[in-house]
């Protein structure tokens, strides 16, 4: 079983930085991809990927983040990071980390953590 633990939330200015953490544990191996959403207040069925790292190291932003956030990973200490610069105001949510391993026989099968909340005040 994988656990996911996500750390590094809080409550910022607009323009000020925060750099999340998403430590794994238990049994990990063929890395599908790592992957950083958020879910705004108010909009509870709505999940938001934000960035995505995959196995081979290749990443993606939604438009909104590009220029600004960082995804990375420490694979020896089962660690994803998420670095965000310049944030503002919409950048507000809970934040969730999500990792996508490849299983025996080609599927997939996805871990989330359990949350940690951005603030960002005007």
């Known amino acids: 079983q994988v656990q996911l633990v996500e750390s590094g939330g809080g409550l910022v200015q607009s323009g000020g930085s925060l750099r999340l953490s998403c430590t794994a544990s238990g049994r990990i191996s063929n890395i599908y991809n790592l992957g950083w959403f958020r879910q705004a207040p108010g909009k509870q069925r709505d999940r938001e990927l934000v960035a995505v790292i995959t196995g081979d190291g290749t990443t993606n932003y939604v438009d909104s983040v590009k220029g600004r956030f960082t995804i990375s990973r420490d694979n020896d200490k089962n660690i994803g990071y998420l670095q965000m610069n310049s944030l503002k105001p919409e950048d507000t949510a809970t934040y969730y980390c999500?990792?996508?391993?490849?299983?025996?026989?080609?599927?997939?099968?996805?871990?989330w953590g359990q949350g940690t909340q951005v603030t960002v005040s005007s």
């Open positions: 999500n990792l996508v391993l490849v299983i025996s026989g080609g599927g997939h099968v996805s871990y």
